[in-house]
């Protein structure tokens, strides 16, 4: 759905990103036990996360949310949320990532190696329903496994899994987090632990039929944005960088990342995975 360009979101988010953001967060991270007392950041992005996550009702504003905020305290590639069946099966798969062109491919992937989704699960029920690490790179069982392949790929050979049980004892959900194995470790999985109620919550929203009123948007939301920003935004979604844009539009870079830096003000965002997943949302860029 859209591709990360390091140099030019950073420069686009150098005025609205607030002091404590993820490359503090990692510093910490290093330092802290395990399991250890919540520092002040830790705290802060906490309160915030579970801020953003009761304001999650649809798709978009889950992939805006776990792709943004949430990387400041779980950063990763790709996040793959599984609802289950009981001891049945799946209900469904969904992935999440701004790492590839193609925002099916992992889907198909999950869908195809059902077995492997399966085998984590139940390690992790062996784990007593505590957080589990696995390394795609170590272990027999990704061996011959495509998805394992594609992992590697993008760089994100760790994965740290967790989910949530419902009353009867029985998985209700499992999330894993796919990223690079010094941002996903012990003080990460505790962390999961904490957050993972409110995100298993605000996935099961996002299955929620939405209200036509809430569909079409409101005339005020169709107007955030003027028609050139719509058209920037829209390549930013479509995976092309600063340069890229100015290139097709015939403007400059300086121009460009004018416009990006006013979408994400008018929009009330601190990225461009966010700009995207919220105007996906108001329906301000054609899918």
């Known amino acids: 759905m859209l591709l990360r360009d ?4 950073s420069a686009d988010t150098a005025v609205l990103a607030p002091a404590s953001h993820a490359p503090s967060f990692t510093a910490a991270a290093e330092t802290a036990s395990p399991s250890g007392p919540l520092d002040t ?3 802060e992005a906490i309160a915030f996360n579970l801020q ?3 304001r999650v009702h649809t798709d978009c504003q889950f992939f805006s949310w776990t792709q943004g905020a949430l990387q400041s305290l779980l950063a990763h590639e ?4 599984i609802t289950a069946n009981g001891e049945h099966g799946f209900n469904r798969i969904a992935s999440f990532s701004t790492a590839t062109h193609d925002p099916s491919l992992f889907d198909r992937l999950c869908r195809q190696e059902m077995g492997l989704m399966q085998k984590l699960v139940q390690e992790w029920r062996s784990n007593h329903f505590e957080p589990i690490i696995h390394h795609v790179e170590r272990e027999e069982m990704f061996d011959s496994s495509a998805l394992a392949r594609e992992l590697k790929r993008i760089d994100a050979p760790t994965l740290l ?3 949530t049980c419902a009353a009867d004892g029985s998985v209700a959900g499992i999330c894993i987090f796919a990223g690079r194995e010094m941002e996903l470790g012990p003080r990460q999985a505790y962390l999961a632990e904490l957050l993972m109620p409110f995100l298993h919550a605000a996935w ?3 299955r929620i039929t939405p209200t036509h009123e809430t569909r079409s948007g409101t005339s005020h939301e169709r107007d955030l944005l003027t028609a ?3 058209e920037v935004l829209k390549w930013i979604y479509l995976g092309k960088s600063n340069i890229e844009i100015g290139l097709i539009l015939g403007i400059s870079q300086l121009t460009v990342k004018n416009h990006v830096q006013e979408i994400l003000r008018r929009l009330n965002v601190l990225n461009r995975a966010q700009a995207v997943g919220k105007a996906l949302s108001l329906h301000l860029i054609p899918t």
């Open 6 to 9: 390091q140099h030019d979101e």
């Open 41 to 43: 950041f830790e705290m």
């Open 52 to 54: 953003a996550a009761v």
């Open 78 to 81: 790709l996040l793959i949320c």
């Open 161 to 163: 899994v967790h989910g």
């Open 204 to 206: 099961i929203r996002t």
């Open 228 to 230: 050139r920003e719509q």
